[in-house]
C-alpha cells in the first residue's frame, strides 16, 4: 500500500510530489491564465467595434439604368431617385416629421406613420411633417455612374440634368 501510494505522488525520477510544488504549479497556471485573459480582453478593448453605418457617399448605376419617368425608392439608402426627361434628383425617404420612410406615390411620397404627404418634389402637402424631404447632391463619377452624397443637401428643385 505505502509502494502504491509513493508511485502515485512520485515524478518518474521517483523524487515525490511535494503538495508546495502542486499549489505553486496550480497558481502559476492561474496567473498565466488570467494574464492571458487580461491581454486579449485590453486588445479587444482597444480595437474599436464600432459600426460606422452606410457611406454617404455612393453609386446608384448609369442614368441609362433610369429612363424617363423613373420614381425609385432605395430602400437601404433612404433615398429616391427621380426622373422627368433628362433631369434626375435623389430625394430624401426619411419622413421630416419622426423618421418613418416615406413610400413613393402616383402622388408623390406618403409616410405610413402618421400619414404626412409630400408632392413629387417632396414638399410637405398634408399631416404632421414639418419640413419638405431634403434634397442630396447627384453628380455624374467619371466612370460614367451617378453618385449620390448624402452629407451634402442642395435646394430643392435643383435638378440633376444627363
Ligand atoms: S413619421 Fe412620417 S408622419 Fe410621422
Not at 474599436?48 to 453605418?53: H, K, L, Q, V
Not at 424617363?68 to 425617404?93: H, L
Not at 419638405?132 to 451617378?146: C, D, K, S, V
Amino acid at each position: 500500500m505505502s509502494d502504491k501510494y509513493d508511485a502515485q505522488n512520485s515524478t518518474e525520477s521517483g523524487e515525490p510530489i511535494s503538495r508546495r510544488k502542486v499549489l505553486a504549479w496550480l497558481t502559476s497556471m492561474g496567473l498565466l491564465g488570467s494574464g492571458i485573459v487580461t491581454v486579449f480582453s485590453n486588445l479587444v478593448f482597444i480595437k474599436p467595434r464600432a459600426t460606422y453605418g452606410q457611406p454617404s457617399r455612393f453609386s446608384i448605376g448609369t442614368p441609362d439604368d433610369f429612363p424617363p419617368g423613373t420614381r425609385i425608392a432605395f430602400g437601404t439608402q433612404k433615398v429616391a431617385i427621380i426622373r422627368e426627361g433628362n433631369k434626375m434628383a435623389a430625394i430624401s425617404t426619411t419622413c421630416t416629421h419622426l423618421g418613418c420612410i416615406v413610400g413613393v406615390a402616383d402622388t408623390g411620397f406618403a409616410c405610413p406613420c402618421h400619414g404626412s404627404r409630400y408632392d413629387q418634389d417632396g414638399n410637405v402637402t398634408g399631416g404632421p411633417a414639418p419640413k419638405p424631404l431634403p434634397w442630396f447632391e447627384l453628380t455624374l463619377a467619371p466612370n460614367g455612374e451617378l453618385e449620390i452624397d448624402k452629407s451634402k443637401e442642395i435646394t430643392a428643385g435643383k435638378w440633376f440634368n444627363v
